[in-house]
């Protein structure tokens, strides 16, 4: 029954994401409209979708027990880094592709992807909780996924030991600047007008859709005759989609066994499906930048877009037994 179920809520994701695919085939966009689509989605869109959702859901008293939450993805995410690491030399793969290896295991996809599927599968009560993991997600790419890719450059000159400034945009996107404000507001219980909340909330109803049609117009861009399965690109896939959620559910059972600590059966189900959403869509405009893999960067998010349709029902229906 939660298989079906589960389906039901990725045909919902997958359908929106066909659209864009359909409409960008037929030539209905501009070449600039999918960037378009991004920004307006990541500046605009998601920060008023994520200080509603905040308010609407959120309480001053669950602040405390969801920081706490916060620990169990950031271990995670530190021995991600540490297996993927460990992948990399242990499988020897090359300059150019390492950091994009490191990121596609470790980062998932989480606006664009993750936060619409988390509300077809559990609802808007879920956000919150993505939250959680959104939070984590945004750190480790912007303050050091990014940081492993532009390292990885096989044109750098090694020798070059010209100290770089932190880029703050990055470190701190509009999202999770959506965040912080809200728990200033939700914190000191500053009151915030019916009109201003409603012209948000149906700003931050853009997110879902445009976020679909937006994978769809990347899918189209990318070609899907253009996917290949080598041996970097199936490893890749696995820590994405087998070994990623592996790591968090053992670190969320030791946890709350050594702590005794009580978490939410719906907390634990978002952040498994956050871990095993599919790679970052900016990974191939990463690598460009830092004269990496393109094309691998490329076949890793496009294979991991398509095959998390089949992905996520079968992890659904694993965890409802948790």
């Known amino acids: 029954m939660v298989f079906f179920q589960s389906i039901q809520s990725v045909l919902v994701v997958v359908l929106m994401m066909l659209l864009g695919y359909i409409l960008q085939v037929k030539g209905w966009f501009a070449d600039s409209f999918g960037g378009n689509i991004s920004?307006?989605?990541?500046?605009?869109?998601?920060?008023?979708?994520?200080?509603?959702?905040?308010?609407?859901?959120?309480?001053?008293?669950?602040?405390?027990?969801?920081?706490?939450?916060?620990?169990?993805?950031?271990?995670?995410?530190?021995?991600?880094?540490?297996?993927?690491?460990?992948?990399?030399?242990?499988?020897?793969?090359?300059?150019?592709?390492?950091?994009?290896?490191?990121?596609?295991?470790?980062?998932?996809?989480?606006?664009?992807?993750?936060?619409?599927?988390?509300?077809?599968?559990?609802?808007?009560?879920?956000?919150?909780?993505?939250?959680?993991?959104?939070?984590?997600?945004?750190?480790?790419?912007?303050?050091?996924?990014?940081?492993?890719?532009?390292?990885?450059?096989?044109?750098?000159?090694?020798?070059?030991?010209?100290?770089?400034?932190?880029?703050?945009?990055?470190?701190?996107?509009?999202?999770?600047?959506?965040?912080?404000?809200?728990?200033?507001?939700?914190?000191?219980?500053?009151?915030?007008?019916?009109?201003?909340?409603?012209?948000?909330g149906y700003v931050g109803g853009l997110v879902t859709p445009l976020s679909l049609i937006y994978i769809g117009i990347v899918l189209a861009k990318a070609g899907l005759k253009s996917i290949r399965f080598d041996r970097d690109t199936i490893v890749a896939l696995l820590g994405r989609f087998v070994l990623s959620p592996i790591i968090l559910i053992t670190v969320i059972l030791l946890g709350t066994h050594l702590t005794g600590a009580d978490l939410a059966p719906l907390l634990q189900k978002t952040l498994i499906i956050q871990s095993a959403t599919p790679m970052l869509a900016v990974l191939p405009i990463l690598a460009n930048e830092a004269h990496g893999d393109v094309k691998y960067a490329t076949n890793i998010v496009t294979s991991s877009t398509i095959l998390f349709i089949i992905v996520v029902p079968i992890l659904t229906t694993l965890i409802s037994f948790m």
């Open 39 to 200: 920004s307006l989605i990541t500046k605009i869109a998601l920060p008023a979708s994520i200080f509603v959702s905040v308010l609407k859901f959120l309480k001053r008293d669950q602040l405390v027990a969801l920081s706490g939450s916060l620990l169990y993805p950031a271990i995670a995410v530190i021995i991600g880094y540490l297996i993927a690491w460990a992948l990399v030399h242990i499988l020897n793969i090359r300059p150019g592709r390492r950091g994009i290896f490191m990121n596609a295991v470790v980062n998932a996809n989480t606006i664009f992807i993750g936060l619409p599927l988390n509300v077809a599968l559990f609802g808007e009560k879920s956000i919150s909780y993505f939250l959680v993991y959104y939070i984590i997600n945004t750190v480790s790419t912007w303050a050091f996924g990014v940081f492993l890719i532009s390292n990885d450059d096989p044109t750098k000159d090694k020798s070059d030991k010209t100290k770089k400034k932190i880029n703050w945009a990055k470190v701190i996107p509009m999202p999770l600047v959506g965040f912080i404000v809200a728990l200033i507001f939700l914190i000191l219980a500053i009151p915030v007008p019916d009109f201003i909340s409603q012209t948000l």
